[in-house]
T-cell receptor, first 115, second 112 residues
């Protein structure tokens, strides 16, 4: 079974703090994704990576950065957390074979609250 | 990307088959049909995908009509844990990273 794990289920941080969200997958997938999910707005892609040290911006990259030093690990960094970054953060991975791009496997999510 | 239409909600008795329909009348020849679900407060879960042939895996079966304008996801023996919102999406396949977006979906309630 594909397993995608995220470092925390719940996180509370203060405005201005630097926040690290970690994601690890154990299926040797090339593609990894960070989304946020908010009521009424659905899933929105922040960043994705299709290889180690490679990253691409999604729809809403402002205020975030990412790091992929190893194939299995994809980190999301909030450089200076703000209250509008309070959200559910979801990591996903997918194999890089044709037809499989939308076969994405998600972690349990991190519910981040910024106060 | 082709637009999809799903019923807003459905009920199913525990142990019975749940048949969830999806209309995608504008689907093009190179677009695949994908199904996901999301249980409350959890991340989305990939279920199955297909192009034109029927597909089956350990979770579900996907039946795609011959004209590909609609499909049905079948959960053969629904359990209470299958209560979730089910999303049908239609996308062109590729190797590149791509954003997943969900429409309204069908809220399936499995009842004892």
């Amino acid at each position: 079974d594909v397993k995608v794990t995220q470092s925390s289920r719940y996180l509370v941080k203060r405005t201005g703090e630097k926040v690290f969200l970690e994601c690890v997958q154990d299926m040797d997938h090339e593609n990894m994704f960070w989304y946020r999910q908010d009521p009424g707005l659905g899933l929105r892609l922040i960043y994705f990576s299709y290889d180690v040290k490679m990253k691409e911006k999604g729809d809403i990259p402002e205020g975030y950065s990412v790091s992929r030093e190893k194939k299995e690990r994809f980190s999301l960094i909030l450089e200076s957390a703000s209250t509008n970054q309070t959200s559910m953060y979801l990591c996903a991975s997918s194999p890089q074979r044709y037809t499989a791009t939308y076969e994405q496997y998600f972690g349990p999510g991190t519910r981040l609250t910024v106060t | 990307d082709a637009k999809t239409t799903q019923p807003t909600s459905m009920d199913c008795a525990e142990g019975r088959a749940a048949n969830l329909p999806c209309n995608h009348s504008t689907i093009s020849g190179n677009e695949y049909v994908y199904w996901y679900r999301q249980i409350h407060s959890q991340g989305p879960q990939y279920i199955i995908h297909g192009l034109k042939n029927n597909e089956t895996n350990e979770m579900a079966s996907l039946i795609i009509t011959e004209d590909r304008k609609s499909s049905t996801l079948i959960l053969p023996h629904a359990t209470l844990r299958d209560t979730a919102v089910y999303y049908c999406i239609v996308r062109v396949a590729s190797n590149a990273g791509n954003m997943l977006t969900f429409g309204g979906g069908t809220r399936l309630m499995v009842k004892p």
